[in-house]
């Protein structure tokens, strides 16, 4: 509890900070790139959503970032954007709701005239309400349930997390809720959280000198309105593991599993767990703890990854989108999907991977490697110009100064000792909520409920290493109460 | 182009460039060029070609390894999906080095590594650090010359691969490319996607010999690019390349790709999708090959944009006035042989089908008899080159760019040579282009819809 008051506090001092020459608050990178970044920020977001209207801060950005201005009709908008080839792209997590744009510095001027209507003179017409609402249902009911069981189960896991809680539903709102909402939501969600006390002016690139005041002052035209500092607790999460079996038609079975965690960026055990949690399952590395001993040493899928911070569109993307801080965040692995026959054995694997982990937690070698990894992979994770300014954005929200600084900064302190400490204070070993997406969930709840033994042929010999461990593997507990399996068919899913 | 002529323009390009070296000084203000960062490109013996691109983004490089074997080459039945596999195994270990030390060694460089497969190449790459660079080109070329995987590795790499087959499997577009390339092509070996066919991915556990063979025929110097782009020097990298890739031994293999023969009558497929989904509509047409010379391509790329990008009258009509697509997209890569110019929109309501098909022929069917805006074609010139520029944001950005225009013709200059293509095309050249290829013999229509709103 200590290390979440302090963390808040910090937030706030960050927040409070602005820049003398005006009302904005403002990050600014100038730089000599001749491409200039846009990351306009918002500290509110879909943990804002009245009840009954989930998906409402979503709606809002989508309007203002693929609708019309009130001078200036949608197709207008793209007709003017289409030589520079550029574009206001949007996105809106729990806490923050970013715009970002890049332009080159030659149509500075005409992209900067467009954006600056787009998001302070939008024009809310109903056939742009009616386009991107569709856009949305499509999204939950076709895209997410139906086209991609991976970020489904992930999306869902969230969903199961926190029941009962401001993060309880999808950042896109769900299918009902979105059907209710009207262009007058949108309007007066506008006009209460787009305001200057939640904005946070980003800007990098080589843009000319007056440049950020004008957008400064431009911003400051916004409402001055009271800002969404709103403290959020710990999910109300009963004791003890659960498990929901999403079922549909689909020819493999996708696994993912978490707890939430009382650590975020600004907790001073946030780099032990980084450590922690890289070397576990670092995303997309085939260097992970998870990775070797799930798809390298027995086949059973593509990858094994697990996370610290939310961490969506991960299977079409190397590095994480910046501007997705929150309070709170949740621990998770990642499964990816496997053959069918082979379910049960791999959740049972991964269990029993991670409590051992847990038990054992990192060697000396290991940890030495990890720290000297994360201290060169932030380099690649701000690698372009947007990533940098999104993380100085970030930054400020946590209260963390420069991110790759800081980072570097905690790792050249950190011990083996305070990595394995944290694990073992924040790793949870039982109330873990397992989300699994299949066509069957019998072999599931037959685990669960009789212990039955999943026994896996390879298509090849195996290490007798491996085949001992397989044998305590195919039987070891879930240990999940057969009435907290809950078996839900997907069209129930973000309905 | 026919298998006869592509071999031609490969030998060109190997009797122009043997042991030459050149450098190419960045573009000052008035020059036209797109790319405009100073670059060399030096050949070694053995076939190997090194492109070197200093740039001044501090601290890291991106190492990018292409290699000219993609679904492509995959000519015998039964063996699609090895260019992929290989992008797998190419991560099992090689003589020096255990996975695990290769793992170590990337681990302790902070490093980005991974690989990418298409039709036409594989991909490579490492992003690392700049002190690191003696050792990853060492790691790197290690597994190039001497990969080593024994049965069991080989078999449980094989499961990974029809894993990852599963986790493409629940999106619907996968299977409606399946069927739309095979049932456009029934000669060349594009028919197959990158993937391959599930039945081959099944059966690769029991072809350790023939992944042997594969890695002999391509794993070879004169089908590879070294591409260094970052905090490097030109002689810094060269010397490296020598180092560790000089004695690499150039091969003899080369693939008889089948010509695919012209089509002579439209097609279509349909694809019953088992659960719910939004129905989708794929309409292609065979284009032209990739060229830095003749303007078919060029045309047609400007045409895609035009006829179908988010300012489009279609666009316009289907997505945003009648609502009647979430998505219209097109589909129309660089490749080495004539490969499809495909246009994909996701139908809101299954009873919209037919309509929206016969909104997407004739968008396809206008271009062919009248001329596109003079100032559109303009801007949509504005877009692409404004659309290339903001992509070079990174040295790792910068590298990803050029990797595939270093797959089709092994030098960045090749960028700028399309561009100026692209200034040269007029509006005529855009119609009569779009008579050449959008005929209805050269045409097919692939549907896809759940069993309730098949027909």
């Given at each position: 509890m200590r290390e979440r008051r302090v963390a808040f506090a910090l937030v706030l001092a960050a927040l409070l900070q602005t820049p003398a020459f005006t009302q904005t608050a403002s990050v600014l990178q100038h730089g000599t790139s001749p491409l200039i970044t846009f990351r306009i920020l918002f500290m509110t977001g879909s943990a804002f959503d009245p009840t009954g209207k989930e998906g409402l801060a979503s709606l809002t950005a989508a309007m203002l970032g693929e609708g019309g201005s009130r001078s200036k009709a949608y197709q207008q908008i793209v007709d003017e954007m289409y030589p520079m080839a550029t574009s206001l792209n949007w996105q809106v997590d729990k806490e923050m709701t970013v715009f970002t744009g890049t332009t080159h510095v030659e149509n500075l001027d005409r992209f900067y005239g467009l954006i600056n209507d787009m998001l302070l003179d939008p024009g809310f017409r109903q056939e742009d309400f009616t386009r991107v609402r569709d856009e949305a249902v499509n999204f939950l009911k076709v895209s997410l349930r139906e086209s991609n069981d991976e970020e489904l189960g992930k999306e869902y896991l969230y969903n199961a997390i926190y029941v009962g809680h401001p993060y309880g539903h999808h950042n896109r709102g769900t299918v009902s809720s979105l059907q209710k909402l009207t262009v007058a939501d949108v309007r007066a969600f506008y006009r209460e959280h787009y305001t200057r006390a939640n904005l946070l002016l980003g800007l990098a690139g080589n843009?000319?000198?007056g440049f950020a005041e004008r957008v400064a002052a431009d911003l400051a035209t916004l409402p001055a309105g009271a800002p969404d500092r709103k403290r959020f607790e710990p999910p109300p999460l009963p004791a003890g593991s659960r498990m929901a079996i999403l079922t549909r038609d689909t020819r493999s079975t996708a696994i993912s599993l978490g707890f939430p965690i009382d650590v975020n960026r600004a907790s001073p055990d946030w780099p032990a767990l980084a450590v922690a949690v890289s070397y576990l399952g670092e995303h997309r590395s085939s260097n992970g703890y998870l990775y070797g001993w799930l798809r390298e040493a027995r086949g059973l899928n593509y990858g094994d990854y697990a996370y610290l911070e939310y961490f969506p569109r991960g299977m079409f993307q190397f590095t994480p989108d910046p501007n997705l801080a929150r309070q709170q965040q949740i621990f998770q692995i990642w499964i990816r999907p496997v053959e069918v026959n082979t379910g049960v054995f791999t959740l049972r694997a991964a269990l029993y991977g991670y409590d051992k982990f847990v038990r054992d937690g990192l060697s000396r070698e290991a940890f030495e490697a990890t720290r000297q990894f994360l201290t060169k992979y932030s380099n690649i994770l701000t690698q372009t110009q947007s990533a940098r300014l999104g993380y100085a954005l970030d930054s400020r929200y946590y209260g963390i100064g420069d991110y790759n600084s800081y980072l570097r900064g905690a790792l050249a302190k950190l011990t083996l000792d305070d990595v394995n400490r944290a694990i073992k204070q924040?790793?949870?070993?039982?109330r873990m909520q397992i989300v699994i997406v299949t066509k069957d969930a019998k072999p599931f709840q037959d685990a669960v409920a009789k212990n039955t033994p999943s026994p896996i042929v390879y298509n090849s010999p195996k290490p007798k290493e491996i085949m001992d461990e397989d044998a305590i593997i195919e039987?070891?507990?879930?240990?999940?109460?057969?009435?907290?399996v809950a078996v839900v068919p997907v069209e129930r899913v973000f309905q | 182009m026919s298998l006869r002529r592509w071999l031609v323009v490969a030998a060109l390009f190997v009797v122009a460039f043997v042991a030459s070296r050149y450098g190419h000084a960045a573009g000052d203000a008035t020059s036209r060029n797109l790319f405009t960062y100073p670059y060399n490109v030096d050949d070694l013996p053995n076939g190997l070609r090194l492109v070197t691109v200093p740039t001044d983004y501090p601290n890291l490089v991106a190492l990018y390894i292409v290699v000219r074997a993609g679904s492509r080459d995959e000519v015998e039945p039964g063996k699609s999906g090895y260019a992929h596999l290989f992008e797998h195994l190419?991560?099992?270990?090689s003589e020096n080095f255990t996975p695990e030390q290769r793992d170590a060694i990337m681990k302790r460089a902070g490093a980005d590594t991974n690989a990418s497969t298409n039709q036409d190449r594989t991909t490579y790459y490492v992003v690392f650090s700049k002190e690191d660079l003696d050792e990853v080109f060492k790691v790197e070329a290690d597994r190039f010359q001497h990969l080593k995987y024994g049965e069991p590795a080989y078999k449980t790499e094989s499961l990974a691969v029809l894993g990852e087959y599963n986790k493409n499997s629940a999106a619907p577009t996968q299977k409606l490319d399946e069927v739309l390339y095979e049932t456009a092509f029934k000669e060349h070996t594009y028919a197959h996607t990158t993937m391959g066919y599930l039945k081959d991915v099944q059966d690769m556990p029991n072809q350790y010999g023939y992944s042997l063979e594969f890695y002999n025929r391509f794993y070879r110097p004169e089908y590879t690019t070294v591409l260094v782009v970052g905090d490097v020097t030109h002689d810094g990298a060269l010397e490296l390349t020598k180092k560790y890739f000089g004695a690499w031994a150039r091969g003899s293999y080369e693939p008889k790709i089948p010509a695919e023969q012209p089509q002579m009558e439209s097609r279509t497929g349909h694809v019953e999708w088992p659960s719910p989904t939004l129905p989708w509509l794929a309409v292609a047409f065979k284009g032209p090959a990739y060229s830095d010379e003749t303007k078919d391509k060029p045309a047609l790329d400007l045409l895609r944009e035009i006829a179908f990008?988010?300012?489009s009258d279609l666009y316009r009509r289907l997505v945003l006035q009648q609502q009647k697509l979430d998505d219209l997209g097109v589909d129309f890569g660089n490749h080495p042989d004539p490969e499809l110019f495909t246009a994909y929109a996701r139908i809101k309501d299954v009873k919209d089908v037919d309509d929206v098909r016969a909104q997407v022929l004739q968008t396809f069917a206008r271009f062919t008899k009248e001329n596109v805006d003079q100032a559109k074609l303009d801007a949509t010139r504005s877009r692409m080159r404004y659309s290339f520029a903001l992509r070079m944001n990174s040295s790792p950005a910068i590298a990803a760019a050029l990797a595939p225009y270093i797959l089709l013709k092994r030098t960045p200059d090749t960028i700028n040579k399309v561009f100026e293509l692209y200034q040269q095309v007029t509006p005529e050249d855009i119609r009569a282009t779009a008579a050449k290829y959008f005929t209805e013999n050269n045409r097919t229509v692939v549907t896809l819809a759940t069993q309730a709103g098949t027909k």
């Open positions: 843009y000319p000198s924040h790793l949870a070993r039982d039987a070891y507990r879930i240990t999940v109460k057969p009435q907290d | 190419m991560f099992r270990g990008g988010e300012n």
